[in-house]
């Protein structure tokens, strides 16, 4: 056994400790306590940055806009018309509350977040030929989130990983072609929120770091390589070995730099397991200042569509928090908590500054970063395609509760529509879609099958004798913006349907449809 995996199998083996019902009871309400008193904190920071800036904080989102965006949020789809009318209908003073539980706890969740870091871990998209390694990397991260492994061990075991394939990350290496540079970029700027690339070449010119801590860190991924043409993986699958021997130089240079952690500090030299290992247990460490950070700050990121610091990967001294007490409790938070990070997007979730609605009817909008009002975000080509989906009442394999290896997640059509649709940045407050993301919603394979009478299950199933127009109307508003429509929408839309005799009156309810599945509210999430 390696030496990581001791260190991992130490910390499961005490998480599996038989606790007594009285104890597990007292530790649910000692975390519901420390919640509760987070949550607090957090929004008593957040207002009074909001008040000393001369601004009121909005009222809390109706709600049909709540339900709209905690769904997106944590489950990465629109709810369904049933979870709509349930949700609006349900009377309970601790409703949302109860509704983030249930969504947190669902397998859908697992499956958002494995979207959601693919697409941070892969950011230049899907990569047809690597297709099986793709849904590798999904997988592997989808198992982990419905564990809810702690956040350290997760980052831990992905700096160790050797295997692709249906159940292997090792495509995250081989798409940075096992350069131990780049590696060490990308893992810097994902798990430790710092940019240290600057120093690849010369001193940081802003920052602290140095030339030799850049490939100090780079040295930890020197020895790793991929199977030779005289060694392949049987499978054919991306596969990954640590050498006993390799080492990086300065460029330009002889000179050989060692491993160095980013903190300052080196790896003894007598110390057991590769360099990827060392390295995988500084990073779930006490040792190490930036992991915690650097997570609650991405978590903040996904949920309020900007970090704490911003860019969200660039927590260099330059680049000051707007809010540093909040980032340096919730930071704290997160580590009493062990790394949990359903909790941690649990507390969020739970606070007013999250649940505030992202209407603004003042003059001049406040800047995003105090959070006077939650700001509007845009949806991923993954969040679109299954809302699509919902609608269609296509249950994609993607959404699907299990995990089976053998049939790719990525279906040809998600795969199609994410190549048309997927931006090529990922600032969710900038609407960045282009042509063929209109032309795919306009004209599009899925939404002609959502709109079209014919094949639309929706459509089909308001052809019940007991709907009256307005009935139909409404149920098409709750399936898409999951809010009742106000009287002027109804106007307009009574209108459109009286353009057509009673025999074509369902190409009217297509045609509402298809301006709903194309409307701004649609593709975002406020």
């Given at each position: 056994m390696t030496v990581i995996r001791r260190f991992l199998v130490v910390n499961l083996l005490a998480s599996l400790l038989t606790i007594p019902a009285t104890a597990q009871d007292e530790e649910a309400q000692a975390k519901a306590t420390a919640r509760a008193a987070m949550v607090q904190r957090i929004d008593e920071l957040v207002e009074a940055r909001i008040k000393t800036a001369g601004f009121e904080p909005t009222a809390l989102?109706?709600?049909?806009?709540?339900?709209?965006?905690?769904?997106?949020d944590l489950t990465g789809a629109i709810p369904r018309v049933a979870e709509v009318r349930e949700f609006l209908a349900d009377e309970r003073p601790d409703k949302r509350a109860k509704l983030i539980d249930t969504l947190l706890n669902s397998p859908a969740h697992a499956t958002h977040l494995a979207n959601t870091w693919r697409n941070i871990m892969l950011p230049g998209g899907l990569n047809l030929e690597q297709i099986n390694n793709v849904v590798g990397v999904q997988n592997w991260l989808r198992q982990r989130f419905v564990e809810n492994l702690r956040y350290d061990q997760l980052v831990a075991e992905l700096l160790v990983a050797s295997d692709g394939g249906d159940v292997g990350p090792a495509l995250y290496y081989t798409s940075l072609d096992v350069a131990p540079e780049k590696l060490a970029a990308s893992t810097a700027r994902i798990f430790l929120g710092l940019q240290i690339e600057c120093a690849q070449c010369h001193d940081h010119p802003f920052d602290q770091w140095k030339q030799k801590d850049f490939w100090g860190y780079a040295a930890f991924f020197a020895r790793l390589r991929q199977p030779t043409m005289n060694n392949p993986n049987p499978r054919g699958a991306a596969r990954l070995l640590d050498l006993d021997e390799g080492e990086v130089k300065l460029p330009t240079t002889e000179e050989v730099v060692l491993p160095r952690y980013p903190a300052g500090l080196s790896p003894d030299q007598k110390e057991l397991g590769t360099r990827r290992e060392q390295l995988a247990i500084w990073m779930a460490s006490r040792d190490n200042p930036f992991l915690s950070r650097a997570g609650v700050n991405r978590v903040w990121w996904h949920l309020f569509g900007r970090g704490l610091?911003?860019?969200?990967?660039?927590?260099?001294?330059?680049?000051?928090?707007?809010?540093?007490?909040?980032?340096?409790?919730l930071t704290a938070y997160f580590v009493r908590s062990g790394f949990d990070l359903r909790e941690l997007y649990r507390t969020l979730a739970n606070t007013r500054a999250y649940q505030r609605t992202s209407?603004?009817?003042?003059?001049?909008?406040?800047?995003?970063?105090?959070?006077?009002?939650?700001?509007?975000?845009?949806?991923?080509?993954?969040?679109?395609?299954?809302?699509?989906?919902?609608?269609?009442?296509?249950?994609?394999?993607?959404?699907?509760?299990?995990?089976?290896?053998?049939?790719?997640?990525?279906?040809?059509?998600?795969?199609?529509?994410?190549?048309?649709?997927?931006?090529?940045?990922?600032?969710?407050?900038?609407?960045?879609?282009?042509?063929?993301?209109?032309?795919?919603?306009?004209?599009?394979?899925?939404?002609?099958?959502?709109?079209?009478?014919?094949?639309?299950?929706?459509?089909?199933?308001?052809?019940?004798?007991?709907?009256?127009?307005?009935?139909?109307?409404?149920?098409?508003?709750?399936?898409?913006?999951?809010?009742q429509p106000s009287e002027p929408e109804l106007s307009l839309c009574r209108a459109q349907l009286m353009k057509y005799s009673e025999s074509e009156r369902s190409k009217g309810y297509s045609d509402v449809l298809w301006a709903l599945l194309n409307s701004a509210e649609f593709a975002l999430n406020h």
């Open positions: 989102a109706d709600d049909g806009e709540f339900l709209r965006r905690v769904y997106l610091v911003e860019p969200v990967d660039d927590l260099g001294r330059q680049n000051a928090p707007t809010h540093p007490e909040l980032l340096d409790d209407q603004w009817r003042g003059d001049a909008s406040p800047p995003p970063e105090l959070y006077v009002h939650l700001p509007v975000k845009t949806l991923t080509a993954d969040q679109l395609y299954d809302s699509v989906n919902r609608v269609l009442h296509r249950r994609t394999q993607s959404m699907m509760a299990g995990i089976n290896v053998n049939t790719p997640l990525l279906d040809p059509r998600r795969q199609t529509f994410i190549a048309k649709v997927q931006s090529a940045g990922r600032n969710f407050l900038e609407y960045q879609a282009g042509v063929l993301q209109a032309l795919s919603l306009l004209n599009g394979n899925d939404l002609a099958e959502a709109t079209n009478a014919e094949t639309s299950p929706l459509l089909g199933s308001l052809q019940a004798p007991f709907f009256t127009d307005d009935d139909r109307l409404r149920t098409l508003f709750l399936a898409t913006c999951c809010r």
